[in-house]
């Protein structure tokens, strides 16, 4: 992967052929089908602090989801858990958060999720990139509805971390 990243922090894969041998086994042993998709939706490697994560695009049925590979130590990528919430009042974890947007500017991950129903709404999640137990992690920090986006309501934010500093005060 040294060889492919040539120095950036940031690039795409649209050709199966080019991926990293371990991080193409870790992807098809977690059941996500990719080859049909990465030419559309390419494989996305993004280096943070010193992670390097893999977000690639994986159909299951008629829906799909970007998934996270962490891919820090190279011999042993590891499928990442995004943190979401479950009702009727908890938190879950999920390896399909939706359709995954990195914002390199404010360096947080946005997570689209919506419905293969028309008119239902949609939620977005926004995380940024933790330290966990086992390396990278990520962390939950807002949470966003739009009702109906047939009538292009805008986001409405339903939840926002606080700032954990300013509980302790």
């Known amino acids: 992967m040294v060889r492919l990243a040539?120095?950036?922090?940031?690039?795409?894969i649209s050709d199966p052929a080019l991926l990293p041998t371990r991080l193409t086994v870790a992807v098809e042993q977690s059941g996500c089908a990719y080859k049909d998709e990465i030419n559309s939706?390419?494989?996305?490697?993004?280096?943070i602090k010193s992670y390097r994560l893999?977000?690639?695009?994986?159909?299951?049925g008629?829906?799909?989801?970007?998934?996270?590979?962490?891919?820090t130590d190279l011999r042993r990528p590891r499928q990442m858990e995004f943190p979401t919430p479950s009702s009727p009042n908890g938190l879950h974890t999920t390896s399909e958060p939706g359709m995954i947007t990195w914002k390199t500017?404010?360096?947080?991950?946005?997570?689209?999720?919506?419905?293969?129903?028309g008119c239902t709404g949609r939620a977005r999640h926004t995380y940024r990139l933790?330290?966990?137990?086992?390396?990278?992690?990520?962390?939950?920090?807002?949470?966003?509805?739009k009702?109906?986006?047939?009538?292009?309501?805008?986001w409405t934010t339903i939840w926002e971390t606080p700032t954990w500093s300013e509980l302790y005060r």
């Open 6 to 12: 040539k120095g950036r922090n940031e690039f795409e």
């Open 41 to 47: 939706l390419p494989a996305r490697f993004i280096r």
């Open 54 to 60: 893999a977000v690639v695009f994986c159909r299951s």
């Open 62 to 71: 008629i829906v799909g989801s970007y998934r996270a590979y962490d891919m």
């Open 105 to 117: 500017d404010t360096q947080v991950f946005e997570a689209v999720k919506e419905s293969d129903m």
């Open 130 to 145: 933790g330290d966990g137990d086992k390396g990278a992690s990520f962390v939950i920090t807002r949470v966003d509805i």
């Open 147 to 154: 009702k109906d986006e047939c009538k292009e309501s805008e």
